[in-house]
């Protein structure tokens, strides 16, 4: 899908909202049969997921709430408004770019599409900080990426690890009432979106790795294998200069805020780990089960929620 035709999609819908969240949230595959990992099958109904999943949101017409002075002051102090829409900004660019150099017709509609909802992202993030007063930083030009796969591998598991926590730190805030639910609503689409994106990118993951020769496909573990050294070392980067107050709108790094910037509670990392586990796996409960889900962020924090002797109740407050 080109991003001309998301347009005309959404321009020429005016969906009940409430339906269109339900539609974009619940999706089963009307073929009973077996979808095969690596199959045609596996790319068809993955990108079918994706373009019926899609949420003809209009962020221009957004109708932010009206905030209290003291919700209005905890907004405005989250120290993420310029990294979120630079992050933005640049997975448009890599997704695009990626996209355009594809030979499967079906996977380069569907990523183009994910790059273009990403730009919509960026235009809410927008939208949100001029109906709030927020000051952001000048942003940067957006290069496209010299090694598109790289580029596109680097967003794609960034945004995996990245939803994880931002499912659970929006749920926090969520419970804790540190937002408006009236503010938390109207972000909820948002959100919901980076489900249907992470469920894009990990089920074109294991397609493609499946359709690589030997040789090829040792390489491209290789680049897999670096991806996750470098966003290990650029979060370990940024940790530091958080302590060291130096911390600079860097990729993808705005969920390690933690949960002291959306709630008054002091929640440790494990308790917080299971909030997310709980929020990742009821975002994904409404899609194909057929579909493969992100595994290697929820395999970790499960790891660290039995070390640390929780259950996976969703932590802190969580619902039944």
């Known amino acids: 899908m080109s991003g001309t035709i998301a347009e ?16 974009a949230r619940h999706w089963t595959c009307d073929m009973a049969a077996a979808v095969p990992v690596g199959s045609d099958r596996h790319r068809d109904v993955t990108v079918r997921m994706f ?17 209290a002075p003291d919700a209005l002051a905890r ?9 979120a829409v630079q992050t933005e900004g640049k997975a448009r660019l890599r997704m695009q770019a990626y996209a355009r150099g594809l030979t499967d017709p079906a996977w380069r509609e569907a990523i183009d599409q994910n790059a273009w909802e990403e730009g919509r992202h960026r235009e809410v993030l927008s939208s949100l900080v001029a109906a709030y007063g927020i000051r952001l930083a000048p942003e940067p030009t957006y290069l496209e990426p010299r090694d598109a796969e790289w580029a596109y591998l680097l967003t794609g598991f960034s945004e995996c690890v990245d939803s994880f926590f931002a499912f659970g730190l929006f749920e926090v805030a969520k419970r804790s009432g540190f937002f408006p639910s009236e503010l938390v609503d109207t972000f909820e689409p948002v959100i919901q979106e980076e489900a249907r994106h992470i469920l894009l990118f990990a089920n074109w993951l294991a397609w493609h790795r499946r359709r690589l020769a030997p040789w090829r496909r040792a390489w491209f573990e290789l680049r897999v294998a670096a991806v996750w050294v470098f966003l290990a070392w650029e979060r370990i980067g940024f940790a530091r200069g958080m302590g060291d107050g130096k911390v600079t709108p860097e990729d993808n790094n705005f969920t390690l805020t933690g949960s002291r910037s959306v709630s008054d509670a002091d929640i440790g990392a494990a308790e917080l780990m299971a ?3 709980w929020e990742n796996d009821r975002r994904f409960a409404g899609y194909d089960r057929r579909l493969l889900r992100p595994a290697t962020t929820p395999t970790i924090a499960r790891l660290i929620c039995h070390i640390a002797g929780l259950r996976r109740r969703g932590g802190v407050g969580a619902a039944p």
């Open 275 to 277: 909030v997310c586990l």
């Open 8 to 23: 005309r999609r959404v321009t020429s819908q005016k969906p009940d909202v409430a339906a269109a969240n339900h539609a």
């Open 75 to 83: 907004l405005t102090g989250l120290p993420i408004w310029d990294i």
């Open 51 to 67: 373009r019926e999943t899609f949420n003809p949101y209009r962020p221009s017409i957004i109708d932010w709430p009206k905030l």
